[in-house]
């Protein structure tokens, strides 16, 4: 059974970092790109960025990048996002997904619960 | 200001049909793009409905549909049942943002 299974809640400071992890199992980690995707509290979906674990491969979103980084590592199937220093205005829940079947493309066929990041004072 | 616009509310009674539109442009829907759909419940993650186009997972129910014409796709709902209330997105990639993967604006379905 596919499964991907996210960190816990997180509340930071502002300017604080962060690091929340996707952990794939039930398939060929390195076979899926893993993606991002970043909802605002009472706002929708955006697509934050992708890792292609075989190689590391990465691709943000133009409202992210120089914002995040996505990460992987392979040996864990694990793959992260990361922050260096927190705003208010990254409060949200991240969702890391993959796709259904083998793509070249990304899309969410397979999601995790979902980390929701409180940034406040 | 997402670049696949999508109604902010549809509604009809249960049993009925609606439709969710799903609006873009040559640069993505228009460039052969594949669209995917998914349905997000309160409090739960986005669950995929339709993906390439048309295609169903397994499980999803056969009155879910989906379908392109030119620049827009359209995910229709036939049997509209109370189960269905949830909010609707559609996403695709955009060839003006490097390739880069786009979401809908959303759209909320009520079952009056």
């Known amino acids: 059974e596919v499964q991907l299974v996210q960190s816990g809640a997180e509340v930071k400071k502002p300017g604080e970092s962060l690091k929340i992890s996707c952990k794939g199992s039930?398939?060929?980690?390195?076979?899926?790109?893993i993606g991002w995707v970043r909802q605002m509290p009472g706002k929708g979906l955006e697509w934050v960025g992708i890792v292609f674990p075989d190689d590391s491969h990465t691709r943000y979103g133009p409202s992210f990048e120089g914002q995040v980084t996505i990460s992987v590592d392979k040996s864990i199937s694990v793959a992260y996002l990361q922050w260096s220093s927190l705003k208010a205005s990254d409060t949200a829940i991240y969702y890391c997904?993959?796709?259904?079947?083998?793509?070249?493309?990304?899309?969410?066929?397979?999601w995790g619960q979902g980390t929701l990041v409180t940034v406040s004072s | 200001q997402s670049v696949l616009t999508q109604p902010p509310s549809v509604s009809g009674a249960p049993g009925q049909r609606v439709t969710i539109s799903c609006t873009g442009s040559?640069?993505?829907?228009?460039?052969?793009?594949?669209v995917h759909w998914y349905q997000q419940l309160p409090g739960t993650a986005p669950k995929l409905l339709i993906y390439?186009?048309?295609k169903r997972p397994s499980g999803v129910p056969d009155r879910f549909s989906g379908s392109r014409s030119g620049t827009s796709a359209s995910l229709a709902i036939t049997g509209l049942q109370a189960e269905d209330e949830a909010d609707y997105y559609c996403?695709?990639?955009?060839?003006?943002?490097?390739?880069?993967?786009?979401f809908g604006s959303g759209t909320k379905v009520t079952v009056l």
């Open positions: 390439d186009f048309n």
């Open positions: 039930g398939y060929t980690f390195t076979s899926y790109y």
């Open positions: 040559s640069s993505n829907i228009g460039a052969g793009y594949d």
């Open positions: 997904a993959r796709a259904l079947v083998y793509s070249s493309s990304w899309y969410g066929g397979y």
């Open positions: 996403q695709s990639s955009d060839s003006s943002l490097n390739g880069h993967y786009v």
